[in-house]
């Protein structure tokens, strides 16, 4: 299994069999951006993907477009771009996104998105209001969180009431690596977490490609080569139902770079956190349970 994972690994690595058109979602009144796949059976899957704070879909047009090579419609909201965006806000937008997509012919006119297949993915602040969506609908099959941090209200609080499948990739030793355990340890349906060891979190965001040439920019793209197979992988098992890929949605395969990390395992952690702590704090967590 294992030789056969690289293989796949290296496979997702590249992009997928299909173009990729890129068309402006503003003309529905939700600014933003749809990646359509050409050549593909219609209609298609389609994954809403969140930004990170004070950052848009321009920040990830290569991750996008990989995966609208692997045959998904991808639509991506280019809203809540301040800092202070409403996270509540920002789910009824990527949910007005998805709404959009739903109704339209994409692309060359050929393509539509399966109302039946739809998961939402989001980076970093995205990744939490991914979460948040999700909890709020019922048409969610799939949710991918990539290095998420958490929302107002709260996307933990609602993952308890989530029965999507979700993925949740985090960075090992990461300043969001308590929101990605919070997020883990409330959700209520099938659930693989990954930490990975050769990414970073704000590497995820593509930069400038114009200070990019001239070496004012430099996207961490160990980051990029790590976490991009392992979403198209997936979302390729869950969302588009696609067996070769299905040990991307095994919660114990062993995937290079990566840990899968288990329940038992993060509240091992905590008890070691917890020991290790001040007085003082072990007196207030035993009251609080936190």
């Avoid at 990646?35 to 969140?50: E, I, K, M, T």
Wanted: proline share 6%; with cysteine.
């Amino acid at each position: 299994m294992a030789t056969k994972t690289k293989n796949l690994l290296d496979t997702l690595s590249r992009r997928g069999p299909h173009g990729v058109d890129t068309g402006d979602l503003g003309f529905t009144g939700t600014p933003g951006t749809v990646f359509v796949p050409r050549g593909v059976d219609s209609p298609a899957p389609l994954v809403a993907f969140a930004h990170d704070w004070t950052k848009g879909p321009r920040h990830y047009v290569d991750t996008l477009k990989h995966l609208a090579s692997w045959g998904f419609v991808v639509v991506a909201p280019d809203t809540d771009t301040s800092g202070r965006p409403h996270h509540q806000h920002f789910a009824d937008h990527l949910s007005a996104a998805i709404e959009d997509v739903l109704v339209a012919r994409l692309g060359r006119g050929s393509v539509r998105a399966d109302p039946r297949r739809i998961a939402v993915a989001g980076h970093g602040l995205g990744g939490g209001v991914a979460a948040l969506l999700a909890s709020q609908r019922t048409d969610i099959d799939a949710v991918a969180m990539i290095f998420p941090k958490d929302t107002v209200p709260s996307a933990a609080d609602g993952a308890v009431y989530c029965d999507s499948s979700a993925l949740i990739l985090s960075a090992s030793g990461g300043v969001q690596t308590e929101d990605a355990r919070s997020l883990h340890l409330a959700w209520r349906g099938p659930l693989v977490h990954r930490r990975l060891e050769n990414a970073i979190e704000r590497g995820f965001v593509e930069r400038n490609p114009l200070l990019d040439g001239i070496g004012l920019a430099d996207p961490d793209k160990r980051t990029h080569r790590t976490v991009r197979p392992l979403l198209a992988g997936y979302l390729l098992a869950t969302l588009a139902g696609d067996d070769t890929y299905s040990a991307f949605a095994d919660p114990e395969e062993k995937i290079k770079n990566s840990t899968a990390v288990t329940y038992e395992m993060l509240e091992a952690e905590e008890d070691d956190l917890l020991a290790d702590a001040p007085p003082l704090l072990r007196f207030v967590k035993s009251f609080t349970g936190g």
